[in-house]
């Protein structure tokens, strides 16, 4: 009968590394679909019609931001502005031409700011160890 064998120090690590790359791909849509529905249901019917549009308006910054904020957390600072960036950017763009938001530019600009405001706070933002940047060359 044989006895299992503890496993190696460092084993799983490919897994932990594809989890946060799954993670940190799928966090800016998850944070945005999570956070719009949270803002809608609870920030936005106790604030006045008169603020509302500024409300709108600051999520539109303000979640694309912590979703791109919350990839680079999981897969690092280079490795998080590719992958969050361009997850945020593109289901944006696709989401705002396919719901027929884009005849006005103000949503897609607020959220590109967003993204470029991530971007930015990105240098700042805590990470996971090791650092995924350099599974991207």
Sequence with gaps: MQTPQPPKPGADEPVRTVSRLIGAFAAPVLIYLVVWEL???????GVAA???EFVINLCSVLIPCLGVL????LAGVRAGRLLGGGV???????LYVSSG?????????????GVALALVL???CPTLKPDLGDLFG
């Design 101 to 113: 938001v884009a005849f006005s530019w103000l949503p897609i600009l607020l959220t590109l700011g």
């Design 39 to 45: 803002a809608a249901r609870l920030l936005l019917p």
């Design 70 to 73: 919350v990839s680079v957390y």
């Design 50 to 52: 008169s603020g509302r």
């Design 122 to 124: 990105a240098r700042f």
């Design 88 to 94: 945020m950017s593109l289901f944006f763009l696709y």
